[in-house]
């Protein structure tokens, strides 16, 4: 079964630069989310996307901004990054917020984001 | 503010015995829960969940159990394999469908010969 891909695997910046993180969601799967989990911490929620619309907003710094396009593709893009950005990104996906019940969230593999 | 605790950072479990994580919140918004596996440098695998209108729920060798009273969810593995090491996450979500998760800090699983 397809799986949420993530883009690149791994990124090196230095500080200052700016990046930017792909997601592509599980066919059919209209909603997005991404996590930030720094070393030895566990996944904290960043923002999510339901039908091209931001539907949640977690802890994400104003240097970064995040999209959903059409084809319910997303973009996490970071500017003037810190030291402390160092992390694994995720993005997970599922089935929208329709019908008022939970649905489970995959994960993709995830990006690791080391900046010197 | 950790609203997902687990308190236990790793277990250690003999191959073919029981293992059992346990996690405690305490927001009472708090309606579905989940557990996931990571492995380093992978992303979270889904394993099972729960909704707070039930207590119990089983898939193969997973089985979690919710006491809403308690504020409290335990993951069962039976019998537990090699393969099964790993880092559990417990999480939780609040309202209707597709809402952020709440991670607890995770269990490092050990399944040993």
């Known amino acids: 079964a397809a799986g949420v891909i993530q883009s690149p695997r791994h990124l090196i910046k230095e500080k200052r630069e700016t990046a930017t993180l792909k997601c592509y969601p599980i066919?059919?799967?209209?909603?997005v989310y991404w996590y930030q989990q720094g070393p030895g911490q566990d996944p904290q929620f960043l923002i999510s996307?339901?039908?091209?619309?931001?539907?949640d907003k977690g802890s994400i710094p104003d240097r970064f901004s995040a999209q959903q396009f059409s084809d319910y593709h997303s973009e996490l893009n970071m500017s003037s990054l810190e030291l402390g950005d160092s992390a694994l990104y995720f993005c997970?996906?599922?089935?929208?917020?329709?019908?008022?019940?939970?649905?489970?969230?995959?994960f993709g593999p995830g990006t690791r984001l080391l900046v010197l | 503010d950790q609203q997902v605790k687990q308190n236990s950072p790793s277990l250690s479990v003999q191959e073919g015995r029981i293992s059992i994580l346990n996690c405690d919140y305490t927001?009472?918004?708090?309606?579905?829960f989940l557990w996931y596996k990571k492995y380093p440098a992978e992303g979270p695998t889904f394993l099972i969940s729960?909704?707070?209108?039930?207590d119990k729920n089983e898939d193969g060798r997973f089985t979690v159990f919710l006491n809403k009273s308690a504020k409290h969810l335990s993951l069962h593995i039976v019998p537990s394999q090699p393969g099964d090491s790993a880092v559990y996450f417990c999480?939780?979500?609040?309202?209707?469908?597709?809402?952020?998760?709440?991670f607890g800090t995770g269990t490092q699983l050990k399944v040993e010969l």
């Open positions: 997970a996906s599922s089935l929208g917020l329709a019908g008022g019940y939970q649905e489970t969230q995959y």
């Open positions: 066919p059919r799967h209209d909603t």
């Open positions: 996307f339901y039908e091209k619309m931001q539907s």
């Open positions: 927001n009472s918004m708090f309606d579905y």
């Open positions: 729960i909704s707070s209108i039930k």
């Open positions: 999480a939780a979500s609040a309202g209707g469908g597709g809402n952020k998760l709440t």
